[in-house]
Structures are given as C-alpha cells and as structure tokens.
C-alpha cells in the first residue's frame, strides 16, 4: 500500500552509462516531481509533469529526460552519466492544495 | 535564486530535551511545511501553515507562521531517540501555483542521545 514507490532503491553504474528510474503513485494525484538531494542533503526540484504535461523544467543538463506514460507514473532517464550525477534523486506527488509526498528515494552511485 | 536559511544545521541533545529550529526567507511565503527524513527514506510531512501567525501543533510537535511571513519554526518537547533525523523547512511564494516549486532549508541534523 506504498503510496509513492520509486525503483531501484539503489544503483551502482559506470561513468558514460545510461539508466533509468521509476516512480509511481497510488495517491490519485495529478502532480509529480523529481528532486535532487546532494551529499550536503539539500533538496532541489528537477521536473514537474502535471497530468502528463511537463510545467517545471530547472536547469538540469538535457541529459536528464523525464517521462510521464500517464498521471501515476514519471520515470526519469538519464544519459552519460558523470561522477556528478551521484546523488539520492527523490520522486514526489501532490494535488492542488496538498503538500508533496515523496516515495523513499533511489540512491545513484556512478563510479 | 530564492534561499531559506535553516538554522541550526545540526544538535546533540539528550533524551527529554526540548528542541527548537526556525528559517527564515528573504521573500514573502505563503505557505510553510516542516518535513522529517529518516535515514535511507523519504521527507514524510510533519505540519503544514497556511496563515501568517498560525501555531499548530503535532503530538510533541509545535510549529508556527511567522507574522512577517518570512519565517517559521518548529518546537520538540520532550525529545525522544525516535525524534532523530534531518528536519526540513519548506516554503511556497505568495503567487506560487505549485507545491512542486517548494524552496528547502539545508536541514537541520538532531541527535538524541538516550
């Protein structure tokens, strides 16, 4: 009954590797987002996809693509990774007029 | 951009202490969220202000909305070693459409020691 899961929980991956994270949400909100969160733990927003259409779009590098195959799922893809990219990236969901729920994140080691 | 200042960045306190974090903005918010994140999971929401001036509480959880709505803190009571854990402070802007354009603080680290 997880109400934002996102998968893998961790992956180890190689300098210039591609791959890809999942995220769902059984919450029947019609907002999700990524977030960064950087050794230091601060926590930055990435994308937001608002029923399937994407409204925040911060500087993140295009090697990063979000994907939203309907309102409950937002997958993120991420291309030639860099030893940069090594972070915990959290998946999250709302409505309007609820605060966010973050599912329990994917920790990115690329070595 | 836009910063919260999130103060302290981190506490040692011993068990049935109580603890006292606050940030403060540069710009107006009009919505302040305290989050909780343990260790290898999720920020998982703790209380949400909706009004300048507002006091809510949460069990041993108190949190307010500053007057100025550049502000807010978050009061522990009587600390227990469950309590430890990053805390986050989160604004919105006065004019924000978004949850998703949430501004963090850095976090503030407790450490309860039994």
């Known amino acids: 009954d997880t109400a934002v899961s996102q998968t893998p929980k961790y992956l180890v991956t190689q300098m210039g590797n591609d791959k890809s994270i999942k995220c769902e949400q059984n919450?029947?909100?019609?907002?999700m987002y990524w977030y960064k969160q950087d050794s230091k733990k601060f926590l930055k927003i990435m994308f937001s996809?608002?029923?399937?259409?994407?409204?925040i779009n911060e500087t993140v590098p295009n090697r990063f693509s979000p994907k939203s195959p309907d309102k409950a799922h937002l997958n993120l893809h991420i291309n030639s990774l860099e030893l940069g990219d090594s972070a915990v990236y959290f998946c999250?969901?709302?409505?309007?007029?609820?605060?966010?729920?973050f599912g329990n994140g994917t920790r990115l080691t690329v070595t | 951009g836009q910063q919260l200042n999130q103060s302290p960045q981190s506490m040692f306190i011993q068990e049935g202490e109580d603890v006292s974090m606050n940030c403060t903005s540069s710009s107006i918010f009009n919505t302040w969220l305290w989050y909780k994140q343990d260790p290898g999971e999720g920020p998982v929401l703790l209380i949400a202000l909706y009004k300048a001036g507002e006091l809510t509480s949460n069990g041993r959880l108190t949190a307010q909305f500053g007057i100025t709505r550049k502000d807010s803190f978050l009061n522990i009571s009587a600390s227990i070693p469950s309590d430890v854990g990053i805390y986050f402070c989160a604004g919105r802007n006065a004019g924000g459409t978004s949850y998703g354009k949430l501004t963090f603080g850095q976090g503030t680290i407790l450490t309860v020691h039994p």
């Open positions: 999250a969901s709302s409505s309007e007029g609820s605060p966010l729920h």
């Open positions: 996809y608002n029923n399937k259409e994407l409204i």
């Open positions: 919450l029947g909100h019609d907002t």
